[in-house]
């Protein structure tokens, strides 16, 4: 069963820093990766993405400069690095990839 699975969440103090994982399995599953959130009563929002042809990156002006997403193509893995988190970064994160979506990971952060 092809599937991506995320990891990486838990609970940060404001200023702290978190890697999310985002991992292809049954298969390597090609396209862009995309990040989004959702914080409770809000809709999902882009966080950012890296293309699949030339790992070109972009971001959501609200973390730009404190996140970076990154690939490991030998794993099937995108990383999101998280740095100076913010209380309003607190959110549920999703991977998407074509079709796939994982199931979410969690992030609060804490004032």
């Known amino acids: 069963q092809v599937q991506l699975v995320e990891s990486g969440g838990g609970l940060v103090q404001a200023g702290g820093s978190l890697r999310l994982s985002c991992a292809a399995s049954?298969?390597?599953?090609?396209?862009?990766t995309i990040w989004y959130r959702q914080a409770p009563g809000k809709v999902r929002e882009f966080v950012a993405t890296?293309?699949?042809?030339?790992?070109?990156?972009y971001y959501a002006d609200s973390v730009k400069g404190r996140f970076t997403i990154s690939r490991d193509n030998g794993n099937n893995t995108v990383y999101l690095q998280m740095d100076n988190l913010k209380p309003e970064d607190t959110a549920i994160y999703y991977c998407?990839?074509?079709?796939?979506w994982g199931q979410g990971t969690q992030v609060t952060v804490s004032s």
């Open positions: 890296i293309t699949w042809s030339r790992g070109q990156t």
């Open positions: 998407n990839r074509g079709q796939f």
């Open positions: 049954g298969r390597a599953i090609t396209g862009n």
